[in-house]
């Protein structure tokens, strides 16, 4: 018999036992001790002690009466067998940013994913992207609520506030979380519009509160693609009416991922409808069109690409 092999049957039995074993109880049990002569077999078994013991197995030799006149081994399963791994918000916000650092250590970054949703794969394997930035807009304890929600198929209500302001509670059955363009995502069935809707962390109002069992995603479901893709994507209501000069209307119509082309107004001027993520993003695009462009809404743009305007004035 390989060492190997021996000494991980030697682990499993005494891990198993539910008393201390002798040594001749050891030999009797194990065909490699049992073929040695009882020297040979002792000194085999001592190496094989030594040898676990290095290896940090908490191998105890303990009394088997209360003379201490026979003695057993054995392996405390509470010593033996790692705890569960759990994390506080702050802990997981630190390790997904680690697993999101572009590090250059490739077996590191991939030991911290497998610290996040395990060696198959789950509800964070969705995470590719681009690097998770420092100054990501939600708050920890929101996507440590998200991903447990996800990885346990919850249903969850909480207060949401889209782009234009509006305020409303929604009922979702969490399928998954994604990393996309700076920002964290829920997605999941929105049972309010009976489909599935990706909602951004950072517009979530409120604390994300149980609402009981939730249901399993379609089975050719991606999260991924229920946010958009490109640089300012978001959720399909994260989106930004622009209007366009003439001149330059049918380059931005053209360029920008996910835009879509509405009316032509009398003064030739066309009206966009853009996605997005990252209002500041946005806000920086549309500035380089100068006189060309006017943001509409949400009036929170606006007012970022006045502030803006305000300061390079100034």
Not at 31 to 44: L, T, V, W
Request: proline share 5%; hydrophobic share 40%.
């Amino acid at each position: 018999m390989e060492p190997l092999e021996r000494l991980l049957n030697l682990v499993g039995m005494l891990l198993e036992t539910q008393t201390p074993l002798t040594f001749d109880q050891i030999r009797a049990a194990l065909e490699p001790y049992r073929h040695q002569n009882a020297d040979s077999a002792k000194r085999m078994f001592e190496r094989d002690k030594d040898v676990l013991r290095e290896y940090g197995v908490p191998l105890e030799l303990v009394d088997l009466d209360a003379w201490g006149g026979e003695q057993g081994y054995l392996i405390p399963k509470d010593r033996y067998y790692l705890p569960d791994i759990s994390f506080t918000p702050e802990e997981l916000g630190a390790l997904l940013v680690a697993a999101q650092s572009g590090g250059q250590d490739p077996a590191a970054e991939q030991g911290m994913r497998k610290l996040l949703y395990g060696a198959e794969g789950g509800v964070l394997a969705n995470l590719a992207g681009g690097p998770l930035a420092s100054g990501s807009d939600a708050r920890g304890a929101l996507v440590h609520a998200a991903t447990e929600a996800a990885r346990d198929r919850r249903r969850v209500r909480f207060g949401y506030r889209t782009s234009q302001g509006k305020q409303s509670e929604r009922d979702v059955d969490v399928f998954a979380l994604v990393f996309r363009g700076g920002h964290w995502y829920v997605v999941g069935h929105d049972h309010e519009r009976d489909d599935v809707r990706a909602f951004r962390l950072s517009r979530v109002a409120t604390d994300i509160t149980d609402a009981g069992e939730g249901s399993e995603p379609p089975e050719d479901f991606r999260a991924a693609d229920h946010v958009a893709a490109g640089p300012w994507a978001a959720a399909p209501e994260e989106r930004a009416t622009v209007v366009f000069a003439p001149k330059v209307a049918w380059w931005a119509a053209g360029t920008l991922a996910g835009a879509e082309t509405g009316a032509t107004r009398a003064d030739g001027w066309v009206e966009v409808s853009v996605p997005f993520a990252d209002e500041g993003a946005l806000a920086s695009l549309l500035l380089q069109f100068g006189s060309d462009a006017v943001a509409e809404s949400p009036p929170s743009l606006r007012v970022t690409i006045v502030r803006r305007l305000e300061a390079a004035c100034g």
